[in-house]
């Protein structure tokens, strides 16, 4: 810092090397001590994915979340065999209700939040697609994020656990980069889940739009 600064102020120079050079965890050390917190892992719930199939999870959805899509699915694979959280599994029975309901759910990093709204969206989504031989067309769900850099998690999310379902249920990443053009058929052939231009956005609109 202070060579490729280079502080023409003796005195200031002489304090910041006087300061960094004092060992770590040493009194007027410039770097403070590290911090450690402890964390809890989040109660599970008794039940696996499976035994929710078919009353709180679609069949369809459950092989989906099991075997998601693309490169890289395994990293958002929900195994069958697996317990969800407490809290997320509270979640989707209130929205699986029939009256529609609202939900606030406040846990921490890691703790599975968006699984909490998106997976009844999906359940709905799937159980929609099974009575319909088309694909399902006209938005149903609207996700907003006040930062791009937290749909592109969301927008993997979404390819892995919609790409089973071979374009019957499709979704949208709608934010300023949205061209306005249909992209070229060979490209959209690769993505049949997700609509990638604003004309056929409008022209189709799929049920999930971020």
């Known amino acids: 810092t202070v ?17 960094f050079s004092v060992g770590l965890g040493q009194p007027g050390c410039f ?22 199939s078919p009353s709180l999870l679609s069949p369809r959805l459950l092989d989906a979340l099991d ?37 606030i759910v406040t846990s921490g990093t890691g703790s599975g939040k968006t699984e909490c709204f998106m997976v009844p969206i999906l359940d709905q989504l799937a159980r929609e697609a099974e009575s319909s031989s088309a ?16 749909i592109q998690s969301q927008q993997e999310r979404l390819h892995a656990w919609t790409g089973p379902f071979g374009g019957a249920i499709r979704f949208c990443l709608y934010n300023g980069n949205t061209g306005e053009r249909p992209v070229p058929s060979h490209i959209s052939a690769q993505t049949p889940n997700q609509v990638l231009d604003r004309q056929t956005l409008r022209a189709s609109p799929p049920p999930l739009l971020v």
Request: hydrophobic fraction near 40%.
């Open 135 to 150: 694909p399902i067309e006209g938005v149903r769900a609207l996700f907003l994020y006040p930062l791009n850099a937290l």
């Open 3 to 19: 060579s490729r600064l280079g502080f023409s102020n003796p005195a200031l120079r002489q304090y910041l090397n006087d300061r």
């Open 67 to 103: 075997r998601p899509a693309g490169i890289q699915g395994a990293s958002y694979r929900f195994a069958r065999d697996a317990k969800p959280y407490r809290h997320q599994l509270e979640a989707w029975k209130l929205l699986a209700q029939p009256e529609p309901q609202s939900v």
């Open 31 to 52: 770097v403070g001590e590290p911090v450690f917190e402890a964390t809890f892992g989040w109660k599970a719930a008794e039940q696996t994915l499976a035994a929710l």
